[in-house]
């Protein structure tokens, strides 16, 4: 008879046959940076995550480094006064975000730096692309991205996270770092964002929910999943690096597809509310947290994502090191 629980019958051979296993290497951390110093404000919808200074961003790096978890996604909060409609703050060669950048490159030379391109943690409409009479720009939004781009790449970013799915600002970026001699910075596409609930904690992070109106003239309806296969040709003939999905956990079958109809390393964003959920139900004992997060993470690689932006990164990292 064939008996599949044979392969399953002790640990040495369940890790015989192991098919996935995710490695601290696979994961790239978010961090939020805001203004001041020695601050760390903890966002309350996603528990053990906070907003944190610049020189607290270094500190928490430096830990991270120690625990071989070397890749960064880094995000900015603004307040309210540095807002403006042309998201002006975000190509500020003396602000926060590029200042950081540079703080960060300068002491961990070797980490790995990726930077978001948008406008909405900037944009005193909270949009992620230029407003005019309530509809979203989308040409007139690419000048803007492309300005901070290039102060990212200059400041020393590795990877650039265009993630306002905007048409064509791939394209647009990558002519516009190669004009300027940045031809060694990435793309990390957002290639498949979808308009999703799950992005809520973030939006409390930043303080950057969209003042009116939602995202879904330039967001992902989530009912779709061949669009992402037009979304994906597109970002690879402009010349994105990496594919990237996201939620992560509801568009598992997005991931699965890239993955088989693409060559490029495909990319996955556990978002804000994926984490909420997870530490919700861990805070009330209804769930076993750190079992949750192996398997959550598993099945996102599973999927076929070499690459996982999660804010459980550095606890995956700590449980790896014990
Ligand atoms: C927007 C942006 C969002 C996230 C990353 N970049 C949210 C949004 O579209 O409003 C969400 C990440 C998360 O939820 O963890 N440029």
Redesign the pocket.
């Given at each position: 008879m064939r008996r599949p629980r044979r392969n399953r019958k002790s640990n040495t051979i369940r890790n015989l046959v192991r098919e996935h296993e995710v490695q601290v290497a696979d994961l790239i951390f978010?961090l939020f940076v805001t203004e001041g110093k020695a601050s760390t404000t903890p966002i309350k919808s996603m528990p053990g995550i906070s907003r944190l200074s610049p020189d607290l961003i270094l500190k928490e790096i430096e830990s991270c480094m120690k625990l071989d978890l070397t890749a960064f996604a880094l995000?900015p909060h603004l307040p309210e006064s540095k807002k403006d409609k042309f998201a002006s703050e975000s190509f500020n060669p003396k602000g926060l975000y590029i200042k950081t950048i540079k703080a960060i490159k300068k002491e961990f030379p070797e980490c790995c730096l990726m930077t978001?391109v948008?406008m909405?943690p900037y944009s005193i409409d909270g949009h992620?692309g230029l407003v005019e009479n309530g509809e979203i720009l989308n040409d007139a939004t690419l000048p803007i991205l492309s300005r901070m781009a290039l102060e990212q790449a200059a400041a020393g970013a590795d990877i650039i996270g265009p993630?306002?799915m905007m048409d064509g600002r791939v394209g647009f970026l990558r002519d516009a770092l190669d004009e300027q001699g940045f031809e060694n910075t990435s793309i990390m596409a957002y290639t498949a964002?979808y308009a999703s609930a799950?992005?809520g904690?973030?939006?409390d992070a930043l303080d950057?929910a969209p003042k009116l109106g939602d995202?879904k003239t330039y967001?992902m309806d989530p009912a779709n999943q061949s669009e992402a296969l037009i979304e994906a040709e597109l970002d690879l003939v402009e010349g994105a690096d990496f594919l990237m999905v996201k939620p992560a956990l509801a568009y598992l079958d997005v991931i699965k597809l890239l993955y088989d109809n693409f060559e490029v390393p495909i990319a996955a964003?556990n978002?804000?509310?994926e984490y909420a959920m997870v530490k919700a139900a861990t805070q009330n004992g209804w769930i076993d947290g750190e079992k949750t997060m192996q398997e959550i993470l598993l099945s996102i690689k599973r999927a076929g994502a070499k690459i996982i932006l999660s804010y459980f990164a550095k606890e995956f990292a700590i449980g790896k090191k014990k």
């Open positions: 978010p995000f978001d948008a909405d992620d993630s306002d964002k799950f992005y904690p973030f939006r950057s995202k967001q964003y978002v804000s509310g």
